[in-house]
Nanobody, 115 residues
Framework: QVQVVESGGGLVQPGESLRLSCTASGNIFRINDMGWYRQRPGGGREVVAEITRLGNTNYDQSVKSRFSISRHNANNTVYLQMNSLSPDDTAIYYC?????????WGPGTQVTVSS
């Protein structure tokens, strides 16, 4: 079993930055992809950014110029640096870890962008 926990959410003003962290623990042998999804108010869960074990990344077009995903394989941690935040980025951000096709999700962390 793999446990996934996010941290770093909070309330920020438009234009500010925030850095989310996510760590996978437990039976973490050969974690493959890790990444972030978000669920905005009234919406479904949507991909934000993903990163493979080798460091290849994939971003949703709406965040590509503002967000950056990185990963530290030694401690199975993935980060999401979010810059130039706007109210549209307000959402619960969920992290996942993919182990041999089995997806493990964290409980989510709230990000609110408001003046």
């Amino acid at each position: 079993q793999v446990q996934v926990v996010e941290s770093g959410g909070g309330l920020v003003q438009p234009g500010e930055s925030l850095r989310l962290s996510c760590t996978a623990s437990g039976n973490i042998f050969r974690i493959n992809d890790m990444g972030w999804y978000r669920q905005r108010p009234g919406g479904g869960r949507e991909v934000v950014a993903e990163i493979t074990r080798l460091g290849n990344t994939n971003y949703d077009q709406s965040v590509k110029s503002r967000f950056s995903i990185s990963r530290h394989n030694a401690n199975n941690t993935v980060y999401l640096q979010m810059n130039s935040l706007s109210p549209d980025d307000t959402a619960i951000y969920y992290c996942y870890a993919n182990q041999h096709g089995q997806f493990y999700w964290g409980p989510g962390t709230q990000v609110t962008v408001s003046s």
